[in-house]
């Protein structure tokens, strides 16, 4: 079948085939060894080969093949993700979209961006920028990344505590994806009908590209505050993000997670950190706010002219640095129960102590601020995760477990009917990143 198969792919103008072994094996795997579970699950999961494609045909040209023999097809950007979210369970084809790169359309008027999906983030930024412009969201991932990845695949990440999360409306305005049908087809999608194939693991539609809302282009400032008692740091936090002022960033770090950190972070003071992006009027505040607290800070400057910047240090980078330093460091992202947030920390403190170190990030979620959670784990057994899990539902959190495979799994634990519905009607046959939306194995159940 594989020569067939690649006699048909080799007739594709615009295409790059990828068939050495190690080359495979690299774009076969993402960042899932963050989890021993997904370790233990991913590690012999391997495509048959690589496509690149450079233009939309081309795309159209592979989907027609996977159609005609049938084979499974996962997507790929950047293989950044955290969930094997891009590994292939069944072999097939990995096809990586990062060669199409172009940034299409600025729209001035909304401030809308229409970019090909493969785009890096790092350099779409740095194009809005001639524009005045800027993503609204960042996964800490930004600088290497692609657009269609975040949206396929991502959540949210620095600027959340602004803008909430990919999913809320406004985020995403539209997004052009290519079927897996009988006669595959580059449909262009609304908003409205972009929805179920937001976040869905690049299941139901191979997505070409997008149109996204980006922000004004600010001059953020990076402040780093200094603070006993994890009650108190959260408590200032919480402050921080009601205030009047603009917020591209809030993160707490626990101090034995700070110790950790790289030396140009950890500094001298064996102390929590609060680790704040705002504009130069805002810090003016955030000094305000902390000398009522009798805390002290220490302005580092301008994010994107430092050397290292905060950015580099919150959201999943928290858990890059720590597994950097030993192997045995797992995590977990839940959104904290509001006003309970010490609460629930103190409660798992007395349980599992320093097996749990917390790393907070503000959020907003639904308009309302809150605190979302990424706390690093010492690992010991998937029942020792599944008891925290437990726990912490128990105590008010909302969990985003990263030690699962499906998108139901990593998301509120629902399936969203919307997305099966459109895989039905986009990839009939099941091919596109097969065994990673819950809702389709057992469709039948539910009559969709
Ligand atoms: P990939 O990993 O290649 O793919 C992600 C998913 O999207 C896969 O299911 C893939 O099949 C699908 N996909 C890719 N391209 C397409 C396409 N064109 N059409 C349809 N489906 C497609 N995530 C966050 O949300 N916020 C964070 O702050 C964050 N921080 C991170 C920090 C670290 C250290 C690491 C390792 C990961 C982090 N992530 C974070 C996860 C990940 O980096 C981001 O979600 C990133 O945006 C994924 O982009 P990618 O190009 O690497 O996508």
């Known amino acids: 079948r594989n020569s067939k198969l690649i006699e048909q792919l080799k007739k594709i103008d615009n295409l790059e085939i990828i068939e050495r072994t190690s080359d495979v094996k690299r774009l076969s795997k993402d960042f899932y060894n963050y989890s021993p579970i997904l370790e233990k699950k991913l590690d012999g999961c391997i495509a048959d080969l690589v496509v690149r494609p450079i233009d939309q045909n081309s795309v159209k040209k592979v989907a027609e093949i996977c159609w005609e023999f049938s084979i499974p097809l996962t997507l790929r950007g950047s293989g950044t993700g955290n969930y094997g979210q891009a590994v292939p369970l069944f072999k097939g084809i990995v096809m990586q979209m990062n060669c199409l790169n172009k940034i299409e359309e600025f729209h001035p008027e909304t401030g809308f ?67 897996i049908n009988e ?35 600010r001059k953020w400032y990076s402040i780093i505050i200094d603070c006993e008692g994890l009650n108190k740091t959260i408590e200032i936090l919480k402050t921080c993000t009601t205030a009047a002022i603009d917020l ?11 110790d950790q950190m ?63 330093k030993d192997k045995n460091w797992t995590y977990l992202q839940m959104l904290l129960p509001l006003d309970k947030e010490f609460e629930l920390i103190n409660s798992l403190r007395e349980k599992w102590g320093k097996n749990i170190l917390w790393h907070l990030e503000a959020v907003s979620q639904q308009g309302v601020p809150r605190l979302a ?7 010991h057994s998937s029942d020792q995760i599944n008891q925290i899990i437990d726990n912490c539902k128990k105590l008010g959190a909302i969990i985003f477990n990263p030690h699962v495979l499906t998108v139901e799994g990593g998301g509120l634990g629902v399936i969203d009917s919307d997305q099966v519905k459109a895989k039905l009607k986009f990839d009939p046959k099941g091919l596109l990143n097969p065994g990673k939306l819950q809702g389709w194995e057992i469709k039948d159940e539910f009559n969709i």
Not at 288 to 314: Q, R
């Open 113 to 179: 961006v229409k970019v090909q999906s493969g785009c890096l983030m790092g350099d779409l930024n740095k194009e809005l920028e001639k524009y005045g412009r800027e993503l609204r969201l960042l996964p800490s991932t930004w600088k290497t990344a692609t657009i269609g990845g975040f949206i396929a695949g991502g959540s949210g990440g620095i600027g959340s505590i602004r803008w909430g999360f990919l999913r809320d409306p406004g985020n995403l305005i539209g997004l052009e994806a290519v079927t």
């Open 183 to 217: 006669e595959p087809k580059l449909l262009r999608f609304d908003a409205e009908e972009s929805e179920p194939l937001n976040h869905a693991y690049g299941t139901n539609g191979i997505i070409t590209s997008l149109l996204i809302a980006t922000d004004i282009k």
């Open 248 to 258: 591209k960033l809030g993160a707490i770090l626990e101090k034995e997670i700070v």
């Open 262 to 324: 790289p030396s140009w972070f950890k500094g001298k003071s064996k102390s929590h950190k609060i680790l704040i992006q705002s504009t130069l009027g805002g810090i003016k505040t955030i000094e305000l706010i902390c000398k009522k607290y009798e805390v002290n800070s220490f302005l580092l400057g301008e994010e994107d002219k430092l050397t290292n910047g905060i950015s580099e240090v919150v959201w999943n980078h928290t858990t890059l640095h720590m597994r950097a």
């Open 373 to 379: 959670a990424l706390p690093v784990i010492k690992w």
